[in-house]
């Protein structure tokens, strides 16, 4: 079996932590002796909100990517196509009102 970066980088991370937790259990490393410092405990709480924000907001793209990548277009490709449409038929028009009011094909912009 072949180890990517990535799972060599989360099998690392789970190695500390569960590193840390056995320490924690053994009595190596003090929970209060971390927690002591009051500015170490805001930076913590703002670092973890910061991830668990990130973290959902990922996880809600991914789960509505999948609930809506089974059906045929999302409700934004829908309204992209509509707006298409209406924007084809608009110069429908405006090639028949310019046809009815002579003007030439040259005096006419061009599609992009």
Known sequence: MRFSRWMVLWLG???VLVGVEIGVVTGYITPAGLISSFLTLIIGVVVISVF???G???L???VSHRILS???FTPFEQEML???QEIRD???RLDAIAERLGVPSANRKKEP
């Open 13 to 15: 991370i789970v190695v």
């Open 52 to 54: 668990a924000f990130i």
């Open 56 to 58: 959902a907001v990922f």
């Open 60 to 62: 809600g793209m991914f």
């Open 70 to 72: 089974g059906k045929d």
């Open 82 to 84: 509509r707006m298409r």
């Open 90 to 92: 608009l110069s429908g």
